[in-house]
């Protein structure tokens, strides 16, 4: 089989999948790319927007953490672990409430914001330069809408670190994904 009709019979593979399958994938393939970009940062699985929510959220507590990026508190424990052990975060109790745990990132971290901010606009710039404007507006919205709706109906969270949440800096509400 040629390459051209093996592209041609995988397009048409695509075109039979549900939306559901479908988005599983795309988040599968931006997920890859974006993690491929991270980890030559020093950065594994998730970590990115762990980091993304701290520098806008420095000393959050942990649970508060997990429940930001959408997954479990089990989950987000292991990977400040690494993080901690990489030195990017530093984790202390809380002065008032030794039950709480908070999460403080590094001068190491905050080096690296600027190098990370790059990589997330690259891929931003990446995912924008498929569609027109009119295009990147839908797509925003659809996507906020399923967004909403599953973290209004409790999801599972995902074990691996799926995140998906808004960055608040300067009136930037783009989205932020990783998977």
Known sequence: MSPQAGKQQSQRGHRELTVGQLLAQVCRLTGHHLRTHMEKLGLHRGQGFALVHLWHHDGVPQRDLAEAMHIRPASVTNMLQRMERDGWIERKRDDEDQRVVRVFITSKAKGLRDKAQ???AQMEDELNA????????TLR???LKLHDHFADAGAPRD???AVFFREEKRGDTRGKADR
């Open 118 to 120: 790059t990589v997330f």
């Open 130 to 137: 498929v569609y027109t404007k009119e295009e990147q507006k």
């Open 141 to 143: 919205a659809l996507l």
């Open 159 to 161: 074990p691996h670190g």
